[in-house]
């Protein structure tokens, strides 16, 4: 079966930096997303990688490595507003986006 | 970018009728819609994919006499909810691209159904 892991929640604290792991195990592969949702909200697109290397778009920064099966998504000079759930999600051989249920990202003061 | 807009945002409505959600791509054809529903604190659920012209592909478990949906032109789809239960109050939410290899799906604001 088809399967996205990312942790339920992580608390970091406003000015640091965290990392968000994605692993995923999919029928075919066209990539990966990293998107943000604030609760109430729709998803908003963050990041998409398809090839291995990390891509990196301001403070946020999107690592792929296929052969592992593995995403991380990297926030810098974290803010009180990055306070959302992080959803990782995996577009398989049918062009189907596979989604995970998302991480809850805590920012303190 | 590209927008989709979801309408309504908020809907409530009595146990035993039909709610209609509208998702339009506004400055795109979108060859193809997603229809999601999310319950709280879990991940977007993918109800079903339609592409335009012909009848939408319901996910296993989704029963589409129940949730109804029409996807009549390039630029609009409609969920129908019908004969609405309490069960059914949940966050949907559409989507939709142009292109099967689009490195980005573009996503209505969602809509709050709660059903009473």
């Known amino acids: 079966g088809q399967n996205i892991d990312q942790p339920t929640e992580m608390t970091a604290t406003e000015g640091a930096i965290v990392q968000i792991n994605c692993t995923y195990q999919?029928?075919?592969?066209?990539?990966l997303f990293w998107y943000q949702q604030h609760a109430g909200e729709a998803p908003t697109f963050l990041s998409y990688?398809?090839l291995d290397g990390l891509e990196e778009k301001g403070r946020f920064s999107s690592f792929l490595s296929r052969s592992k099966g593995y995403s991380y998504l990297l926030l810098k000079e974290l803010q009180m507003k990055d306070s959302a759930s992080y959803l990782c999600?995996?577009?398989?051989?049918?062009?189907?986006?596979?989604w995970g249920a998302g991480t809850k990202l805590i920012i303190k003061p | 970018g590209a927008v989709v807009s979801q309408h309504p945002s908020r809907v409530i409505c009595k146990s035993g009728t039909s709610v209609k959600i509208e998702c339009r791509s506004l400055?795109?054809?979108?060859?193809?819609m997603f229809w999601y529903r999310q319950f709280p604190k879990q991940s977007l659920m993918l109800m079903a994919t339609?592409?335009?012209?012909?009848?939408?592909?319901?996910e296993q478990g989704v029963e589409k006499d129940k949730f109804l949906i029409n996807h009549a032109s390039l630029t609009l789809s409609t969920l129908t909810v019908t004969s609405a239960h309490p069960e059914d109050s949940s966050f949907y939410i559409c989507?939709?691209?142009?292109?099967?290899?689009?490195?980005?799906?573009?996503f209505g604001q969602g809509t709050r159904l709660t059903v009473v």
């Open positions: 999600a995996v577009m398989d051989s049918n062009y189907q986006l596979i």
């Open positions: 989507s939709a691209r142009w292109d099967r290899g689009q490195t980005e799906a573009f």
């Open positions: 339609s592409n335009e012209g012909s009848k939408a592909t319901y």
């Open positions: 400055d795109f054809q979108a060859t193809t």
């Open positions: 999919t029928s075919g592969f066209n990539g």
């Open positions: 990688n398809v």
